[in-house]
């Protein structure tokens, strides 16, 4: 069982930065990969980044170049920093298995980027 845990949204205008945490529980944490998502109202969820438990990344070529993955593997933790926010960055941010498990979506954390 995994339960997962997102912070860190927050309103900021374009062009900054925000640091988006996420608490993993569960066994076998350190070899799953790890995704970010995001997801816009009307919008399909989409996958922004990813991380083995190795640390190999990859990323969606939206946010090649100013986001950054990241994993604490003896913390359970995820990060996802972005810079260089654009408002179509806007939406909810929501972590997760990678592929995901529809049983481990959480509540997810906002982060909107004014103009």
């Known amino acids: 069982q995994v339960q997962l845990v997102e912070s860190g949204g927050d309103l900021v205008q374009a062009g900054g930065s925000l640091r988006l945490s996420c608490a993993a529980s569960g066994t076998f944490f350190s070899v799953r990969t790890m995704g970010w998502f995001r997801q816009e109202p009307g919008k399909a969820r989409e996958l922004v980044a990813s991380?083995?438990?190795?640390?190999?990344?990859n990323y969606a070529d939206s946010v090649k170049g100013r986001f950054t993955i990241s994993r604490d593997n003896a913390k359970k933790m995820v990060y996802l920093q972005m810079s260089s926010l654009r408002p179509e960055d806007t939406a909810v941010y929501y972590c997760?298995?990678?592929?995901?498990?529809?049983?481990?979506w959480g509540q997810g954390t906002q982060v909107t980027v004014s103009s």
């Open positions: 991380i083995t438990g190795a640390g190999i990344t």
């Open positions: 997760n298995l990678h592929p995901p498990s529809r049983d481990y």
